[in-house]
C-alpha cells in the first residue's frame, strides 16, 4: 500500500490530472445491472424466504430456552388440552342412567344426614342426658 501511495505522490500533476478526468468519465457511464434471477423472483420463492425470516426472528426470541424445554412446555399444554377436552367428553356422554342414580345417591346420603340428626336430638339435651349418666354413676361408686 505503500508503494502504490508513493508513486501518486511520485507522478507529475498532468498525470494526476488525467487519472481524476478518466475517473469521472468511468462514473458518467451507464453500468450494467445483474440480471434478475428468475427463481428469487417467483412468489414461491418469495414467501418461503419471508417464512424463513420469521422463524428466524422467533427462534432468536426464544434463545434464553433450550429445545427441550420448549418441548417439554409444548408436551405439558397438550397434555393439559387433552384433560380438559376428556373431562368435557366424560361430563357429556354421561347415561340418563346414570345421572338418575347420581341423583338417587345424593338424596339417600342427604336423608341419611337428616335421620342421624333427629335421633340424637338438639345439643342441649345430649348434654343433659350424658350428666345425668356421669351423675348416676359417680353416686354408684360412693354406695359401694
Avoid: C
Avoid at 434471477?37 to 417467483?42: D, K, R
Avoid at 342414580?101 to 342441649?124: A, H, I, N, S, W
Amino acid at each position: 500500500m505503500q508503494t502504490h501511495h508513493t508513486e501518486q505522490q511520485d507522478q507529475s500533476p498532468e498525470l494526476q490530472a488525467a487519472l481524476l478526468l478518466s475517473e469521472e468519465e468511468s462514473s458518467n457511464l451507464i453500468r450494467p445491472q445483474k440480471p434478475l434471477n428468475p427463481l428469487t423472483a417467483s412468489r414461491s420463492h418469495q414467501e418461503l424466504h419471508k417464512e424463513l425470516r420469521m422463524t428466524h426472528k422467533r427462534r432468536v426470541s426464544q434463545e434464553g430456552k433450550s429445545e427441550l424445554q420448549r418441548a417439554l412446555e409444548k408436551r405439558k399444554w397438550e397434555q393439559r388440552m387433552k384433560e380438559s377436552r376428556d373431562q368435557e367428553e366424560a361430563r357429556r356422554s354421561r347415561s340418563p342412567l346414570y345421572q338418575e342414580l347420581v341423583k338417587r345417591q345424593q338424596r339417600l346420603e342427604k336423608l341419611e344426614k337428616d335421620e342421624g340428626q333427629q335421633r340424637e336430638g338438639p345439643e342441649f339435651l345430649q348434654v343433659k342426658e350424658r350428666l345425668r349418666r356421669t351423675a348416676v354413676s359417680n353416686a354408684g361408686e360412693k354406695q359401694v
